[in-house]
Structure formats: structure tokens, C-alpha cells
């Protein structure tokens, strides 16, 4: 039943920016915390960015200050908006609610 779907991904050239989507089934992203994720090849997940059902967010220190997580109920989809970003963010990046993850949407960033 609980359906999460990222998209967005793709190769930049380091400095530029992606917004990443993951369209969410039913009323999750109203009534559910929504999280994102990475992982790059032999590396362990890393938590990015998470949105709670009343809108406040928190972010890694990682990315914090050049990742936004936003949400639009009404399309029942949550964004990640991913500015300046360096070869070191490179990684297939997923969004999940409770123990559900989507399938993943690869970003590449060149030097």
C-alpha cells in the first residue's frame, strides 16, 4: 500500500544543483515523517534530510546549509532541493516513511 517513488536524478557538473522528487501514496507526506538518504558504493546509508508531519525538518551537517526538504501535501510529493553540489555528493539517494524506501534515483556529480 505504502508507495514511494524518487525521481530527479542525473549527472552535473560540480557547483550546479538537482531537485529531487519522491511522490508518495495516500496521505503520507501530510500525516508521516519522510526522510531522505544516500548512499555511494561501498559506503554505508546516510541519512540526509527529514521532514516531520507538522513541517519542521532537521538536515545532516553535511549537507546542511545547501539541501532544502520541502513538501507539497497537495501533490503529495516531498522535494529535496540540492544546491552547490561537489563529486562528494554523488550517491543513489532514496526517500523512505516508517520502514518503507522507494527505489532510489542516482545523482553523479562531475569535477
Known amino acids: 500500500q505504502v508507495h514511494l517513488v524518487e525521481s530527479g536524478g542525473g549527472l552535473v557538473q560540480a557547483g550546479g544543483s538537482l531537485r529531487l522528487s519522491c511522490a508518495a501514496s495516500?496521505?503520507?507526506?501530510?500525516?508521516?515523517?519522510v526522510s531522505w538518504h544516500r548512499q555511494a558504493p561501498g559506503n554505508e546509508r546516510e541519512f540526509v534530510a527529514r521532514i516531520f508531519s507538522g513541517g519542521s525538518t532537521n538536515y545532516a551537517d553535511s549537507v546542511k546549509g545547501k539541501f532544502t526538504i520541502s513538501r507539497d501535501s497537495t501533490k503529495s510529493t516531498v522535494y529535496l532541493q540540492m544546491n552547490n553540489l561537489k563529486p562528494e555528493d554523488t550517491a543513489v539517494y532514496y526517500c523512505?516513511?516508517?520502514?518503507?524506501w522507494g527505489q532510489g534515483t542516482q545523482v553523479t556529480v562531475s569535477s
Open positions: 523512505s516513511t516508517d520502514a518503507y
Open positions: 495516500g496521505r503520507i507526506v501530510s500525516v508521516n515523517t
